[in-house]
């Protein structure tokens, strides 16, 4: 797995050496809103990074490091499963609002482009931040749910 670039970020393919510094990104409560749980300390996200980084090669994470910051702001990840992926995103709070998970989101359905047909997200219906995200990578809304989350999607062809 490669770093991904944009303008102003490099996806970094997650390790678990990258757990300290996210845990203080990812220790605001407010990020777990819509998604439920609660922060990990820097000692059990380490477990989930190790877990992540073994794990089957249809795991794809990264970190998102802001380079002009030198500094991590979050994560996106896809799980490929045939010519499916689906994706999720998270920006720290004190990152949030400058278009960052946007320009995360839309590097990652790009990276996948020729490996997949599908792309799929979940997302709370009243989280309209990660709604906007959805949509400027090509996403849309389907009549679908899955745990209450609506099913957005960018099928093969788009």
Known sequence: MDAIETSRLTLVPL???HASEMAGVLADPALHAFTGGAPLNAVELRARYERLAAGP???????????????????????????????????GTAWQ????????AVALVERLADEVDTVIAHIHPGHAASQAVAAAAGLRATSQRQDGEVRWELPAGS
């Open 15 to 17: 390790r678990p050496e």
């Open 57 to 91: 090669p249809g795991w794809r994470n990264w970190v998102i490091r802001l380079r002009a910051e030198d500094c991590l702001v979050g994560y996106v990840q896809a799980t490929v499963e045939g010519r499916t992926a689906e994706v999720a995103w998270v920006v």
């Open 97 to 104: 609002g400058r278009g960052l998970a946007r320009e995360a």
